[in-house]
């Protein structure tokens, strides 16, 4: 999943984080001058546990109601920019998947503990779903009575129809394991069904089979495990057939979750209220606590904070959903013990990365130049210091499992800011001294700092940067275009659930190279590609894990797409008189499922 904005993405997006309100100290001290009561990597490893499948019973609503919970009033968001999507088959950013979380249901999601321990559980089906023939059919049961807003009961021909639109021309942006192990892998599978479902073709039931109202089967070629999981996933919510307008449903999708949208003013403002139809009993998660969501977008994280942290009149009843303690607040907020009770934080798991682009940066003496040189240490502090991330060191984050802590082929390290004497060198030998580079930055203003740290940076070494500002709203887009005309461009990305075949094959896999994908880089390296397949069809989690680890390596050390930055951390405060807060293993931040107003 990608990371949106100025410290978020998908992504990224499932997001599996321990979560925890307990705020734990860790050694040193933080760029503020005081102690670092930040995440560190013990708490991002918690994340890598395996997650297990829930039954029907698991599955049953309501959820068990949150302590102390009270129903009423107006929740206000404050959201630094508009949302990049509506439609939940082009959602794979992370502020979309807050959103979604209160909009959207798909066939199963994520139930979570108070540790931040994930289970699969039936959504709109009554279970995590059924296997047979070794995995690779599986088999869900819609609960009865689930309607979507307008009244229309969901059957199993929306969720036909939900699966079958991902494949259509118009649908981009969101995320395409399903379709990939139905119809082929890369952007093969989009020939299966070219049109998606809108002029009168289907999958045939040998792929994906209807036999009535309330069942949908799966066939897959090989097994397919993670299918729970990655059903989850905001891309793969229900879209009711009779409410489908095809790219007009960016702008006004049909909700079945708890809220539905009653008002939205792109870029300035959304407001939700309560989705009269969707049926407690059929919900073992949400909650419908508040009447509406007022959300205001515009609000960059420094202005968040700053309202916030005062809390007064509105922001008293305010929260973040992806918005972050501003950089130049972190000592104001961490110093102050009252507004650190009303905080919410955890170790996300997102790696901004330097994308190349390898159809322009042909010439890997000069990737490994700007690696080298990266100012990694200065690029975090820019994003919340000790509490917006650290140096990082390779392209899988310490939630993913097999992370190895101490890979560091680029030695961040011991120079967190840059090895400017060897990137030097390197331009030199490649002949790459004044060459125009093209740096691409979300025009935001933590991002357009960092971009007069970097533009330096490549200007110390030898090379002639020229600046590009891309509005953020549409970053994900404009950079995944295969001809973006830019070189250098940050991305974050972070895995859809604790497997490293959620991060590598996504980013990396050549065969996926389409308008909208995530492979940002253009990596199409017949040895990667060959690797990833192999990979993705070893059953065992130990042997794939290894298998993971090795291709990590050959990426990083023989191909460098991508420049490591740095690992995020999340740290988030709210309104006085905001309660459930609680940070989400699945979203990455506050668990927005959760929140009551206190009175």
Request: charged content about 25%; hydrophobic content about 35%; overall charge positive.
């Amino acid at each position: 999943m990608r990371i949106f904005g100025t410290r978020r993405t998908r992504a990224a997006v499932i997001a599996l984080a321990a979560g925890s309100l307990v705020l734990t100290a860790c050694g040193g001290n933080s760029d503020s001058g005081t102690k670092d009561k930040s995440k560190s990597q013990s708490d991002a490893a918690k994340q890598s546990q395996a997650v297990t499948y829930g039954d029907a019973a698991a599955s049953t609503g309501p959820a068990a109601p949150v302590p102390g919970a009270k129903t009423g009033g107006t929740m206000s968001v404050y959201q630094e920019t508009d949302f990049s999507h509506l439609d939940p088959g082009q959602s794979y950013v992370s502020d979309t998947k807050i959103l979604d979380r209160l909009l959207q249901r798909g066939l199963t999601q994520f139930s979570e503990d108070a540790n931040g321990k994930l289970t699969v559980v039936g959504d709109l089906a009554t279970d995590a779903g059924k296997q047979t023939d070794g995995g690779k059919t599986w088999t869900y049961t819609l609960k009865s009575g689930i309607k979507d807003q307008n009244g229309n009961e969901i059957t199993s021909a929306d969720i036909r129809h939900s699966i079958e639109r991902l494949y259509a021309p118009f649908i981009t942006d969101g995320p395409t394991y399903v379709q990939q192990w139905l119809s082929g892998a890369g952007s093969a599978y989009r020939k299966a069904l070219p049109d998606g479902p809108y002029k009168g073709k289907h999958l045939p039931d040998s792929v994906l089979a209807t036999p009535d109202d309330k069942t949908i089967v799966f066939h897959f070629k090989d097994a397919e495990p993670d299918l729970p999981q990655a059903l989850t996933m905001t891309g793969y919510s229900v879209v009711p057939e009779k409410g489908d307008t095809k790219q007009k449903y960016d702008t006004a999708p049909v909700s079945t979750g708890p809220y539905k949208i009653a008002d939205f003013k792109p870029g300035k403002s959304m407001t939700l209220v309560k989705n009269t139809n969707w049926d407690p009993k059929t919900d073992s998660v949400r909650h419908q606590y508040v009447d509406g969501f007022n959300i205001g977008f515009n609000h960059d994280d420094d202005d968040q904070t700053k309202t916030l942290l005062a809390d007064r009149g509105d922001a008293k009843n305010a929260m973040m959903f992806t918005g972050q303690v501003g950089t130049n607040e972190v000592k104001s907020v961490v110093t102050n013990s009252a507004a650190m009770k009303r905080t919410v934080q955890g170790y996300a798991p997102y790696v901004w990365q330097l994308n190349f682009n390898m159809d322009r940066i042909k010439d890997k003496r000069i990737r490994d130049a700007i690696t080298y040189a990266m100012p990694s240490a200065q690029m975090y502090k820019l994003d919340g210091g000790a509490y917006g991330g650290e140096v990082a060191t390779g392209l899988m984050a310490p939630t993913v499992p097999g992370y190895e802590k101490g890979y560091d082929p680029f030695g961040k390290l011991k120079k967190p800011n840059g090895d400017v004497a060897k990137a030097k060198k390197l331009i030199k030998e490649a002949g790459a001294v004044g060459k125009k580079v093209v740096y691409a930055f979300g025009n935001t203003p933590v991002r357009q700092q960092q971009a007069v740290v970097m533009t330096n940076r490549l200007k110390e070494i030898g090379l002639d940067p020229v600046k590009k500002p891309v509005d953020s709203a549409t970053w994900y887009e404009q950079m995944g275009k295969v001809k973006n005309g830019m070189d250098l461009y940050m991305t974050g990305w972070g895995q859809d659930w604790p497997s490293a075949s959620t991060v590598i094959p996504p980013s990396y896999d050549g065969t996926t190279i389409q308008d909208g994908a995530s492979d940002y880089s253009h990596v199409n390296d017949p040895k990667i590609n060959a690797a990833i397949a192999k990979a993705l069809k070893i059953t065992d989690p130990a042997e794939a894990q290894k298998a993971w680890t090795a291709i990590h390596h050959d990426l990083v050390e023989r191909v460098n797409p991508a420049a490591p930055v740095y690992f995020t951390k999340v740290f988030q405060i709210f309104g006085s008189n905001v309660g459930g807060l609680r940070y989400s293993s699945d979203s990455s931040y506050v668990d927005v499922t959760r929140v009551f107003l206190k009175k």
